[in-house]
């Protein structure tokens, strides 16, 4: 696959409808094994306190790690969840969270992602979370876009 076609593939999982799309989840990079997702801020992400939820940071990783596994794959292959371990470092007080996800592991049943979330206020960043994805390499869905 070309740098192009991971970055396709990656924005096709992430624009189809549902969690993703609704959240405003952008593709930033996708390449082989190595996956950056950003969110921009708005007030139906953030928890009482005005930071972005942990749940929203959770997902972020889970998706961005989803993507440098699959990327990492043979094509017709790809990665879903099996085990998420987040740890979260500092409040997501940001304008943008960036999640920087790259697979460790793409074995040919389970791989493995690290996944750094970033909270970027005026060009400052600031990490949030640390993730740890397992996953489990299936056959590529058809992706059905309605």
Do not use: W
């Not at 390449?31 to 953030?46: F, H, Q, W």
């Not at 292959?77 to 371990?85: E, S």
């Amino acid at each position: 696959m070309t740098k192009s076609s991971f970055f396709e593939l990656v924005e096709t999982v992430t624009s189809a409808p549902g969690y993703t799309s609704s959240m405003g989840t952008r593709v930033v990079v996708a390449e082989a094994g190595y996956v950056e997702l950003a969110l921009d801020r708005r007030s139906d992400l953030l928890q009482i306190n005005g930071y972005f939820h942990g749940g929203v940071i959770a997902g972020l990783a889970d998706h961005a790690a989803g993507g440098a596994v699959t990327t990492a794959l043979p094509m017709g292959r790809f990665a879903v969840t099996v085990c998420l371990q987040v740890n979260f470092l500092a409040p997501a007080n940001g304008e943008t969270l960036i999640a920087r996800a790259k697979a460790v592991q793409a074995g040919s049943t389970i791989g493995v992602a690290r996944v750094d979330v970033i909270s970027l206020v005026g060009g400052v960043e600031t990490a949030c979370a640390v993730a740890t994805v397992t996953l489990r390499a299936v056959e590529m869905p058809a992706l059905n876009r309605s």
